[in-house]
């Protein structure tokens, strides 16, 4: 987890404000990170007594350092079968080593143990990145991946573009800082490099356009939009570093025109500051922090600005994005956001993830970008850009096998934007009638096959969020009992286009489109006449059974009967053979306009056998009473069979 290069510093200058506090030689050789004495010291304190609970931690932190997975699972598994109230932070690390000795259904079989204590979208991104996983298909771009020569024996990371430079990170000896003994790498500085034709980088040397400073300075972001360059720095006044009234010295972040001007930007005494990276569209200023109301360890925040200058309190981005781990390293590129994780379902510590960012400005699964850009060790710091006809160039760090420091510097060529392709839907399921969101309703997402890929339910608002691996074609369709269903396929350029705004789906209640009438359920219409002694559908007519194929469309499970009735008028014989030409003449209509000949199981004409009132032979009405006779009725009848 190669963002603690900045934090060892952090911590050790911190320490000296607790000198009054007796440590043990464990704890001392912890905080200097000096794990493998720390292990040493600690083994031999276990043997002399006890180690507190917390140092016990140490001990199995100590080994995933050190890389011996093995004794680093067994401490953590002791640990939380012992206490199984284990902080979120820790049951991470303990899955992270666990992954590294076990299969991943051991992993998930203890991740169960501990959903009900963590966020819903963890548990769908761990599931997400498993499928990945297990199904192969993680991102199969080729990659052109090489070690950059401007790389030294010391940490180098945290690559950004400056201009036609490069700009990064390092520890390495350059005379103006000074040099910790037991990492052998002196406070953080800033370098640039040339950038030839081929991505290499060469030549570098400090980087001149920011305050000198005898402490860090480190993780720069240039914005080309605003001409200032973002930096991580030691919190100093001058000469001297300034602590807080608990004894920290915290990183701050600071903001330079390239000229000589410098200001700080996020500055709390208790509080570290990494990673800076100003979107130009939005305003945002995104940061990695350590604050209180984190989700585990170093989460990412943003706060919203006025041409840089903080406008906003720092608003985390959310459980999608930020994890019992640690999420550093924020970078945003064609409206995806880049950033580095060490949370247990990675392939190895710290790992580079794509979230594709939402029409509501909310975020998609982060999608792990697979081997060749990750590794078993810590990956990280990712940048990318547009490299004309070259396809796009970008530049990452990493501590993986076969570097020439700590942490090296990595460039990478690829045609397209790296990152598996996913369909990521978000929207609302509202009732057409009330224009309501409806809960409950069951939103599937459908293969080619007919195969259901994933489904699931609207909240109490109506609102559902929904994410696959991209395929060619999928079936969209929501449902809900007694709802009508809402079903469109789409394919190729049209999935794209979907995701770009918020794919809203409107349903109907089959009880606004039903009502009761002389003890039947029929369908909700508007009283309709034909003309005296016709059957011909008037305008007027296929107007209102318009509606009747509208239901028949949202419900084709209904079964029906057509019914029609006459008044009085007339003789007998002749009103029940008029009623039934106009029961199929319904029929007919509705036919034409494209309902199931199996759904209308038969038509009837009463004629005048069903009166609804006194208006029999022999008896005077007036017109308005005769009219209530005559009607016809779309009866259901399978409704209480259905529901």
Same mark, same amino acid.
């Given at each position: 987890?190669?963002?603690?290069?900045?934090v060892i510093f952090f911590i050790i200058l911190s320490s000296l404000g607790f000198s009054q506090q007796k440590k043990s030689k464990g704890d001392v050789l912890f905080f200097e990170y000096s794990y493998s004495q720390a292990i040493v010291e600690y083994q031999k304190e276990?043997?002399?007594?006890?180690?507190?609970?917390?140092?016990?931690?140490?001990?199995?932190?100590?080994?995933?350092?050190?890389?011996?997975?093995?004794?680093?699972?067994?401490?953590?598994?002791?640990?939380?079968?012992?206490?199984?109230?284990?902080?979120? *932070?820790?049951?991470?690390?303990?899955?992270?080593?666990?992954?590294?000795?076990?299969?991943?259904?051991?992993?998930?079989?203890?991740?169960?143990?501990?959903?009900?204590?963590?966020?819903?979208?963890?548990?769908?991104?761990?599931?997400?990145? *498993?499928?990945?996983?297990?199904?192969?298909?993680?991102?199969?771009?080729?990659?052109?991946?090489?070690?950059?020569?401007?790389?030294?024996?010391?940490?180098?990371?945290?690559?950004?573009?400056?201009?036609?430079?490069?700009?990064?990170?390092?520890?390495?000896?350059?005379?103006?800082?000074?040099?910790?003994?037991?990492? @052998?790498?002196?406070? !953080?500085?800033? *370098?640039? +490099? /040339?950038?030839?034709?081929?991505?290499?980088?060469?030549?570098?040397? $400090?980087?001149?356009?920011?305050?000198?400073?005898?402490?860090?300075?480190?993780?720069?972001?240039?914005?080309?939009?605003?001409?200032?360059?973002?930096?991580?720095?030691?919190?100093?006044?001058?000469?001297?570093?300034?602590?807080?009234?608990?004894?920290?010295?915290?990183?701050?972040?600071?903001?330079?025109? @390239? /000229?000589?001007?410098?200001?700080?930007?996020?500055?709390?005494?208790?509080?570290?500051?990494?990673?800076?990276?100003?979107?130009?569209?939005?305003?945002?200023?995104?940061?990695?922090?350590?604050?209180?109301?984190?989700?585990?360890?170093?989460?990412?925040?943003?706060?919203?600005?006025?041409?840089?200058?903080?406008?906003?309190? %720092?608003?985390?981005?959310?459980?999608?994005? #930020?994890? %019992?781990?640690?999420?550093?390293?924020?970078?945003?590129?064609?409206?995806?956001?880049?950033?580095?994780?060490?949370?247990?379902?990675?392939?190895?510590?710290?790992?580079?993830?794509?979230?594709?960012?939402?029409?509501?400005?909310?975020?998609?699964? %982060?999608?792990?970008?697979?081997?060749?850009?990750?590794?078993?060790?810590?990956?990280?710091?990712?940048?990318? &850009?547009?490299?004309?006809?070259?396809?796009?160039?970008?530049?990452?760090?990493?501590?993986?096998?076969?570097?020439?420091?700590?942490?090296?510097?990595?460039?990478?060529?690829?045609?397209?934007?790296? @990152?598996?392709?996913?369909?990521?839907?978000?929207?609302?399921?509202?009732? !057409?009638?009330?224009?309501?969101?409806?809960?409950?309703?069951?939103?599937?997402?459908?293969?080619?096959?007919?195969?259901?890929v994933k489904e699931v339910f609207t909240n109490e608002n109506g609102d559902y969020n929904i994410e696959i691996p991209f395929q060619n074609t999928i079936t969209i369709e929501a449902t809900k009992e007694k709802y009508s269903i809402f079903s469109v396929t789409y394919n190729?350029?049209?999935?794209?286009?979907?995701?770009?705004?918020?794919?809203?789906?409107?349903?109907?209640? =089959?009880?606004?489109?039903?009502?009761?009438?002389?003890?039947?359920? $029929?369908?909700?219409?508007?009283?309709?006449?034909?003309?005296?002694?016709?059957?011909?559908?008037?305008?007027?007519?296929?107007?209102?059974?318009?509606? $009747?194929?509208?239901?028949? +469309?949202?419900? %084709?499970?209904?079964?029906?009967?057509?019914?029609?009735?006459?008044?009085?008028?007339?003789?007998?014989?002749? #009103?029940?053979? =008029?009623?039934?030409?106009?029961?199929?003449?319904? /029929?007919?209509?509705?036919?034409?306009?494209? $309902?199931?000949?199996?759904?209308?199981?038969?038509?009837?004409?009463?004629?005048?056998?069903?009166?609804?009132?006194?208006? &029999?032979?022999?008896?005077?009405?007036?017109?308005? =009473?005769? #009219?209530?006779?005559?009607?016809?009725?779309?009866?259901?009848?399978? *409704?209480?069979? !259905?529901?």
């Open positions: 987890m190669r963002f603690n290069v900045i276990l043997r002399e007594g006890q180690l507190t609970n917390k140092q016990y931690l140490n001990l199995a932190d100590s080994y995933m350092k050190v890389s011996n997975y093995k004794k680093a699972t067994e401490i953590y598994l002791d640990i939380y079968q012992k206490d199984t109230t284990m902080s979120t *932070y820790h049951f991470n690390k303990m899955l992270q080593s666990l992954s590294r000795t076990s299969e991943i259904e051991k992993v998930r079989a203890y991740l169960a143990t501990k959903k009900d204590d963590l966020s819903i979208e963890l548990l769908e991104n761990a599931d997400f990145n *498993y499928e990945l996983i297990a199904s192969n298909s993680n991102d199969d771009l080729k990659y052109r991946i090489f070690n950059v020569n401007g790389n030294s024996p010391q940490a180098d990371f945290s690559p950004t573009f400056y201009k036609d430079k490069l700009l990064f990170s390092s520890s390495r000896p350059d005379g103006s800082k000074k040099i910790y003994g037991p990492s @052998g790498e002196s406070y !953080l500085n800033v *370098y640039e +490099s /040339k950038i030839d034709q081929q991505g290499e980088v060469k030549s570098p040397q $400090v980087f001149k356009g920011i305050s000198e400073s005898k402490f860090h300075r480190a993780t720069p972001y240039y914005s080309e939009e605003l001409g200032y360059i973002f930096y991580v720095l030691s919190n100093s006044d001058g000469e001297d570093l300034q602590f807080s009234e608990n004894g920290k010295n915290a990183l701050a972040i600071g903001r330079s025109n @390239g /000229k000589g001007s410098f200001e700080f930007i996020l500055r709390d005494p208790d509080t570290s500051f990494y990673y800076p990276f100003y979107e130009a569209a939005t305003g945002r200023l995104f940061f990695a922090a350590n604050f209180h109301d984190s989700f585990g360890g170093t989460d990412i925040y943003f706060v919203y600005t006025n041409n840089g200058l903080i406008m906003s309190a %720092p608003i985390n981005l959310g459980p999608r994005i #930020n994890t %019992p781990g640690n999420e550093i390293a924020p970078y945003i590129f064609e409206n995806s956001l880049y950033f580095s994780s060490d949370i247990f379902y990675g392939l190895g510590g710290m790992d580079i993830y794509r979230s594709n960012i939402q029409a509501d400005n909310s975020f998609s699964i %982060p999608v792990n970008l697979g081997e060749g850009i990750n590794s078993p060790k810590d990956d990280f710091g990712f940048i990318i &850009k547009n490299n004309g006809s070259n396809g796009l160039l970008g530049y990452f760090s990493s501590n993986r096998e076969g570097g020439r420091g700590n942490d090296d510097l990595y460039g990478f060529n690829v045609s397209e934007k790296p @990152g598996l392709k996913t369909l990521a839907l978000k929207g609302k399921v509202v009732d !057409l009638t009330s224009n309501n969101g409806v809960s409950k309703v069951q939103v599937r997402l459908i293969d080619q096959e007919g195969k259901i190729d350029n049209q999935l794209d286009k979907i995701q770009e705004t918020a794919f809203n789906m409107g349903i109907k209640s =089959l009880e606004d489109l039903v009502e009761d009438q002389e003890g039947q359920t $029929v369908v909700k219409l508007k009283k309709f006449y034909f003309d005296r002694g016709q059957s011909k559908i008037t305008l007027e007519i296929a107007q209102e059974l318009d509606k $009747v194929v509208d239901v028949m +469309s949202r419900f %084709p499970q209904l079964q029906l009967r057509i019914e029609s009735h006459t008044d009085s008028r007339g003789g007998a014989s002749s #009103n029940f053979i =008029l009623s039934q030409k106009r029961s199929d003449a319904i /029929k007919k209509y509705l036919l034409q306009q494209g $309902v199931s000949a199996s759904s209308i199981l038969y038509t009837v004409g009463y004629g005048e056998d069903k009166l609804l009132n006194g208006c &029999k032979n022999g008896v005077f009405c007036l017109d308005m =009473l005769h #009219n209530k006779n005559e009607r016809s009725l779309i009866v259901v009848l399978n *409704y209480n069979l !259905l529901f």
